[in-house]
């Protein structure tokens, strides 16, 4: 065991070689607990049941221009149904909106009246404002079922926002997306910032992936009056040797850049009390791994009669890279063609009332694996009450079993007054998520530091982030008293032994 002082700390976590299977310069991939990052990962949108999806990126750097790639990915296979390029100058941030299409055969629309650039496809248009239609192209041939195959797959899943690289002052590109001005008041000019312009900036190299992007969402019932906001999860240092390597802009539908393209295969990792920095033989098992869940826990509220409604989101968002092919580690199930779906096994075994009343239940799918039950999808909806159907969302990826959390000492609430509680969901997979080896952090009584190397270790469970939405809907007509509010529903991680 080799110890140091806290106040070394920092100095040692700075120097090449502390780590021997780490980043040369004490970087690991991360989920950033301030919120910034140079990917951003937004665990649900929806035009379903009259809701909206409002979606903001921002630019905390105010030395570089960044140039993104956001991606709309569909729930239920993780196929990318909208792309687009996105630039941002230092200090800027973008808005944007999903609406649903103006028929139930219309696809749904990305929209924003923001004056950063974008760029993508002759689908994109821009004027009088940015417009963009999801497709159903990607995922068309994965199941023979035609309710799965059209355009009504697009209206939910999650955002990811991804930095593809930083934008030098100087350049072609960073005179086209820059305000104009002596004291800025002109618009940029983005006018050739499209797909087919990304040969011409492709001679420009951009600067490495530095991070400092955030983001939000809003989920937004115009007709109900009500929304509930979440903040974006940020995962850091996915990029690590970009320093040394040409970053090139491309163009909107390409795959690359993704959560699974870094070339940082070392994660840091809270677990067993002690905080790891694990290495991988992918970087994209990195990434996981900072996901990485064996359960997942939050409050819920709802009453018989619809007053009041809770849903859980469960988003597994690198689920879509382990899916092609036999590799489907940490996941268990690969895509199941004939039922569309690909659900691994959870548990909801523990549920309490507002007095702490209640204990072991268990109405969610079950171990042993029940086919076509549990996290079925790659943005996965589990809604509470006795009524067997998503009464918030109308969620089509709802994972299809009545669920009845413990209220009101066990007594069904038909009416307000008795309602909430909280319960935990467990995700059992056997495949989990193994390392090679890394070293562990701790810190002694005395305040010194341990720098532990471990062998390999198994991280329980599947890669998720989640997110809760209650709502409130007293009223209608005006005034409206509907109310609601998002939580993110919290994390546990657990060391899988055999």
């Given at each position: 065991?080799?110890?140091?002082?806290?106040a070394l700390l920092v100095f040692a976590l700075s120097l090449g070689g502390v780590f021997a299977s780490c980043p040369t310069h004490g970087q690991a991939v991360r989920v950033n607990p301030d919120g910034t990052g140079q990917a951003l990962i937004y665990p649900y949108y929806t035009v379903r049941n009259g809701w909206v999806t409002l979606m903001s990126v921002v630019n905390h750097d105010l030395a570089r221009a960044k140039a993104l790639r956001v991606r709309f990915v569909e729930g239920r296979n993780g196929a990318t149904v909208a792309s687009f390029n996105l630039f941002l100058t230092p200090g800027d941030v973008w808005t944007g909106a999903a609406l649903p299409g103006a028929t139930d055969a219309d696809p749904?629309?990305?929209?924003?009246?923001?004056?950063?650039?974008?760029?993508?496809s002759v689908d994109l248009t821009r004027s009088p404002r940015l417009q963009l239609a999801f497709t159903s192209s990607n995922y068309r041939g994965d199941t023979a079922l035609p309710a799965y195959q059209s355009i009504d797959r697009t209206r939910e899943g999650f955002i990811e926002v991804i930095e593809i690289g930083s934008v030098s002052r100087g350049t072609r590109l960073f005179d086209q997306i820059i305000r104009r001005g002596n004291y800025k008041e002109l618009p940029p000019l983005c006018n050739t910032v499209r797909d087919a312009d990304m040969v011409l900036y492709g001679e420009e190299p951009l600067q490495p992936p530095t991070g400092g992007v955030a983001g939000g969402g809003t989920l937004m019932n115009l007709a109900g009056g009500m929304s509930a906001e979440y903040t974006a999860v940020a995962l850091d240092h996915l990029w690590i040797n970009s320093l040394n390597t040409t970053i090139r802009m491309t163009t909107s539908i390409d795959a690359l850049p993704s959560l699974a393209s870094g070339d940082n295969k070392v994660a840091d990792v809270h677990v067993g009390g002690q905080r790891r920095l694990l290495t991988y033989a992918t970087a994209v098992d990195a990434v996981s791994a900072t996901l990485m869940s064996n359960q997942l826990a939050g409050e819920y509220a709802y009453t018989e009669d619809g007053v009041i409604s809770t849903s859980w989101v469960f988003t597994a968002p690198t689920r879509r890279y382990y899916?092609?092919?036999?590799?489907?580690?940490?996941?268990?199930?690969?895509?199941?063609?004939?039922?569309?779906?690909?659900?691994?096994?959870?548990?909801?075994?523990?549920?309490?009332?507002?007095?702490?009343?209640?204990?072991?239940?268990?109405?969610?799918?079950?171990?042993?694996?029940?086919?076509?039950?549990?996290?079925?999808?790659?943005?996965?909806?589990?809604?509470?009450?006795?009524?067997?159907?998503?009464?918030?969302?109308?969620?089509?990826?709802?994972?299809?079993?009545?669920?009845?959390?413990?209220?009101?000492?066990?007594?069904?609430?038909?009416?307000?007054?008795?309602?909430?509680?909280?319960?935990?969901?467990?995700?059992?997979?056997?495949?989990?998520?193994?390392?090679?080896?890394?070293?562990?952090?701790?810190?002694?009584?005395?305040?010194?530091?341990?720098?532990?190397?471990?062998?390999?270790?198994?991280?329980?469970?599947?890669?998720?982030?989640?997110?809760?939405?209650?709502?409130?809907?007293?009223?209608?007509?005006?005034?409206?008293?509907?109310?609601?509010?998002?939580?993110?529903?919290?994390?546990?991680?657990?060391?899988?032994?055999?």
């Open positions: 065991m080799n110890r140091i002082s806290s749904p629309l990305l929209v924003s009246n923001d004056q950063s650039c974008a760029g993508g899916m092609r092919g036999d590799a489907t580690r940490p996941f268990a199930r690969p895509w199941d063609s004939a039922s569309a779906n690909a659900c691994e096994g959870a548990e909801f075994d523990m549920s309490f009332d507002r007095e702490g009343l209640g204990g072991t239940y268990d109405d969610f799918p079950t171990r042993p694996f029940i086919p076509n039950e549990g996290v079925c999808f790659h943005a996965t909806v589990l809604s509470f009450g006795s009524r067997g159907s998503d009464l918030l969302f109308d969620s089509k990826n709802w994972y299809g079993v009545r669920y009845q959390g413990v209220q009101g000492g066990g007594q069904l609430v038909r009416n307000p007054g008795k309602e909430g509680g909280h319960g935990l969901l467990r995700v059992y997979n056997g495949l989990a998520l193994r390392n090679g080896e890394g070293r562990t952090i701790a810190v002694n009584s005395a305040g010194e530091i341990a720098f532990d190397r471990v062998g390999p270790l198994t991280l329980a469970g599947l890669p998720l982030i989640g997110t809760g939405i209650t709502t409130l809907k007293y009223s209608s007509g005006n005034p409206q008293q509907n109310y609601a509010n998002g939580f993110p529903l919290t994390s546990g991680r657990s060391i899988q032994t055999p």
